[in-house]
């Protein structure tokens, strides 16, 4: 018997939704799933330019899009890395989170090896090729095929609007029905239970299953179904963005950085992400801080020239997430089911992690209903606590005191338990991946983990590394410094000179006789125009 799904709210998440389980649920093995998706034409989305995570190409591919078209729609370049500047201490120092890395055979102890070296080169820098190409400023493909090997990891920046609208006319030409109404009732069989939506156009969409992706609002799993929010600002400060488009015709820097951009500013840090027409900068702050007009002066400084015929935006959030993403037959994806700060790029993830997860817990009959939610449940909450201890660790291992905000998140009491336990531990030894297969330590109790929430499982969450494992943590750790003191007492200056792989140096070698610079690429294969080189910002750290 066919299924029918509704989607309330367009955007991403909600196209997404919309493209990904068209694909991967009507795919000629089970019954067909027919969905519907209601979209207001009152209440503006929530965009600004949008960088990813790899997971975004999986996505894609099952929806079936063509890489350089998809490019093209949505103003998309290359994404590599994320430079984070001035993090560790304001002296315009910087890593890179690259998403490729080397592993020596047959044991890799790359990372204890960095730590007893003279650290004279980055920690990345010693395992992957990709901080230098990064820094060159070269596309991860090239024109062709060529010999360097293992293909480079990328995602994408792109213009999060425009790529809302490309994946409604996918959906829509694939059989997605489209609606333009405002949900202004919602029918119910029983607490649990939705029936149907009813719209400001006299229409009842009835439905076995219910996505809610309509924001902060949440319209359908908290306004109806009562669903309450979890609070996690104790351990992430920021709340409020100030965003600003900066167009290449009049600010074009001489090149499209194949990378984000993460720079710390006096009270939070500053997003920069470049797509082929403009540049998308956002300061992410916390308002307990500092004021929104010196927030946005300071954004402003960071461009520096003349932008005041340049508008700003600002963009409220907070930081948390809803006690159960899918109860009855709701399933809230998007910021309707939680949001964490934007560092990392993982807004967009979180709806595709949701929708990917929705399509392999999918309830073809009511009776499925309770018990894939359960599962569905569980990963949610998971992944939403590993990357709440990923994003509060990039916080907790600076050391700069020059602002009030910077000596508050390095407290003890805004970091939270389970990553006070993991950093206490690896201060012993690097991370491992078998430290992931629980969270528990010698002499660390067990109430140490609980997040002090009520939660409809009783199971504290586990960091099952699903979305970044030990590697990731050592590039934070140690681009960050950390425990670099205990090595220095124990060392001193009787340390060997830092080693790097050769087979990261060969890389680098063939990328740049074989890779062409990131604008060149674009330019070429993609029609990105040829704008005059202006002005760099003033905020760039080379």
């Not at 792109?158 to 006319?169: E, G, H, P, S």
């Amino acid at each position: 018997m066919k299924r029918r799904v509704t989607i309330v709210g367009g955007g991403s998440s909600g196209w997404i939704a919309a493209a990904y389980l068209q694909k991967a649920l009507n795919n000629g093995i089970k019954p067909e799933v027919e969905i519907t998706l209601i979209e207001s034409p009152d209440i503006p989305r929530i965009s600004v330019g949008e960088a990813t995570i790899p997971s975004m190409r999986h996505l894609l591919h099952v929806i079936g899009v063509n890489e350089a078209e998809f490019m093209k729609a949505t103003d998309a370049t290359f994404k590599q890395s994320i430079k984070y500047t001035n993090w560790l201490h304001k002296d315009n120092s910087f890593y890179h989170h690259p998403f490729s890395r080397a592993r020596k055979q047959p044991l890799d102890f790359s990372a204890q090896e960095w730590l007893e070296s003279d650290q004279s080169i980055p920690f990345m820098e010693t395992c992957s090729e990709q901080p230098i190409i990064c820094e060159m400023g070269l596309s991860p493909l090239g024109f062709g095929r060529n010999n360097m090997g293992a293909p480079l990891s990328y995602a994408y920046h792109m213009n999060a609007q425009k790529f809302a609208d490309y994946l409604r006319d996918i959906s829509v030409a694939q059989g997605v029905k489209h609606i333009l109404a405002n949900v202004i009732d919602i029918d119910m069989k029983d607490s649990q239970t939705i029936t149907a939506v009813k719209t400001d156009t006299e229409q009842t969409i009835e439905a076995d299953l219910f996505i809610d992706c309509t924001g902060f609002r949440a319209k359908l799993i908290e306004e109806k179904l009562n669903v309450s929010w979890e609070d996690h600002s104790q351990w992430l400060l920021c709340d409020r963005a100030i965003t600003m488009h900066i167009p290449y015709e009049d600010y074009f820097p001489g090149m499209v950085r194949p990378y984000t951009t993460a720079s710390a500013l006096s009270n939070g840090w500053i997003w920069d992400i470049p797509m082929q027409s403009q540049r998308s900068i956002g300061y992410v702050h916390s308002s307990a801080f500092i004021s929104e007009e010196d927030a946005e002066k300071e954004m402003r400084s960071y461009q520096g020239g003349n932008t005041s015929q340049l508008d700003s935006r600002t963009v409220y959030f907070k930081v948390g997430r809803r006690q159960q993403n899918w109860k009855g037959n709701c399933v809230a994806i998007g910021l309707s089911g939680g949001f964490i700060e934007p560092l990392e790029s993982t807004g967009l993830y979180l709806s595709d992690l949701g929708v990917v997860a929705l399509a392999e817990y999918f309830p073809y009959t009511d009776k499925d209903l309770k018990p894939m939610a359960f599962r569905y449940n569980r990963i949610l909450s998971n992944r939403f606590y590993e990357i709440l201890d990923f994003i509060n660790m990039h916080y907790c291992l600076s050391k700069r005191t020059d602002t009030e905000f910077w000596k508050e998140v390095q407290k003890p009491e805004r970091i939270n338990p389970r990553l006070k336990a993991k950093l206490d531990f690896w201060k012993m030894r690097p991370p491992m991946m078998s430290d992931f297969d629980d969270q528990f330590f010698l002499d660390q109790k067990e109430q140490a983990f609980n997040f002090t929430c009520e939660t409809f499982d009783a199971r504290n969450p586990v960091d099952t590394a699903g979305l970044w494992n030990h590697e990731s943590y050592e590039c934070i750790l140690y681009g960050m410094h950390f425990n670099s003191e205990n090595y220095d007492a124990l060392y001193g200056n009787n340390r060997q000179v830092v080693n790097i792989h050769p087979y990261i140096l060969q890389r680098l070698q063939m990328a740049r006789q074989q890779l062409p610079a990131h604008h060149i690429w674009l330019q070429k294969a993609l029609g990105m125009k040829d704008y005059k080189t202006t002005i760099k910002p003033k905020g760039w750290v080379a």
